[in-house]
Protein backbone atom coordinates (compact mmCIF):
# COMPACT_ATOMS: atom_id res chain seq x y z
CA UNK A 1 0.00 0.00 0.00
CA UNK A 2 1.38 3.06 -1.24
CA UNK A 3 1.55 6.35 1.04
CA UNK A 4 -1.44 8.66 2.22
CA UNK A 5 -2.09 11.88 0.16
CA UNK A 6 -0.50 14.79 1.92
CA UNK A 7 -3.82 16.29 3.15
CA UNK A 8 -4.71 13.33 5.24
CA UNK A 9 -1.38 13.07 6.66
CA UNK A 10 -1.71 16.72 7.96
CA UNK A 11 -5.28 16.34 9.08
CA UNK A 12 -3.51 13.46 10.86
CA UNK A 13 -0.92 15.65 12.61
CA UNK A 14 -3.89 18.02 13.11
CA UNK A 15 -5.77 15.24 15.20
CA UNK A 16 -2.19 14.39 17.02
CA UNK A 17 -2.13 17.95 18.51
CA UNK A 18 -5.61 17.54 19.72
CA UNK A 19 -5.45 14.33 21.07
CA UNK A 20 -2.62 15.09 23.31
CA UNK A 21 -4.03 18.15 24.39
CA UNK A 22 -7.57 16.47 25.26
CA UNK A 23 -5.73 13.83 26.90
CA UNK A 24 -3.89 16.49 29.24
CA UNK A 25 -6.92 18.52 30.49
CA UNK A 26 -9.30 15.29 30.85
CA UNK A 27 -6.16 13.18 32.80
CA UNK A 28 -5.56 16.64 34.89
CA UNK A 29 -9.49 16.68 35.61
CA UNK A 30 -9.72 13.52 37.00
CA UNK A 31 -6.85 13.62 39.14
CA UNK A 32 -8.27 16.74 40.54
CA UNK A 33 -11.27 15.26 41.17
CA UNK A 34 -9.54 12.38 42.84
CA UNK A 35 -7.26 14.40 45.23
CA UNK A 36 -9.49 17.05 45.77
CA UNK A 37 -7.04 20.34 44.52
CA UNK A 38 -8.17 23.35 42.74
CA UNK A 39 -7.16 23.07 38.81
CA UNK A 40 -3.74 22.53 39.77
CA UNK A 41 -3.40 18.76 38.01
CA UNK A 42 -5.63 19.99 35.19
CA UNK A 43 -3.08 23.10 34.47
CA UNK A 44 0.15 20.13 34.26
CA UNK A 45 -2.27 18.09 32.34
CA UNK A 46 -2.67 20.65 30.00
CA UNK A 47 1.00 22.05 29.91
CA UNK A 48 2.10 18.33 29.15
CA UNK A 49 -0.29 18.12 26.76
CA UNK A 50 1.32 20.76 24.69
CA UNK A 51 4.74 19.70 25.09
CA UNK A 52 3.61 16.31 23.90
CA UNK A 53 1.88 17.81 21.27
CA UNK A 54 4.44 20.38 20.12
CA UNK A 55 7.02 18.18 19.90
CA UNK A 56 5.84 15.25 17.97
CA UNK A 57 3.85 17.48 16.06
CA UNK A 58 7.66 19.02 14.84
CA UNK A 59 8.82 15.42 14.09
CA UNK A 60 5.82 14.62 12.53
CA UNK A 61 6.00 17.43 9.91
CA UNK A 62 9.23 17.42 10.11
CA UNK A 63 9.41 13.87 8.64
CA UNK A 64 6.23 14.95 6.02
CA UNK A 65 8.33 18.00 4.75
CA UNK A 66 11.10 15.16 3.74
CA UNK A 67 13.34 17.19 6.44
CA UNK A 68 13.95 14.29 8.63
CA UNK A 69 14.59 10.64 7.41
CA UNK A 70 11.13 8.71 8.82
CA UNK A 71 12.56 6.11 11.73
CA UNK A 72 13.20 2.16 10.48
CA UNK A 73 11.02 0.46 9.56
CA UNK A 74 7.92 3.61 8.84
CA UNK A 75 7.94 3.13 5.05
CA UNK A 76 6.79 -0.68 5.00
Known amino acids: MGRL???VRLLGI???FAF???VGIVGGVLLD???EKDH???F???FLGL???FFGGYIMLLEE???RRPRQGDDK
Open 65 to 67: LGL
Open 20 to 22: CII
Open 33 to 35: RQV
Open 51 to 53: ILA
Open 14 to 16: GWY
Open 44 to 46: VGL
Open 5 to 7: PPV
Open 40 to 42: IFT
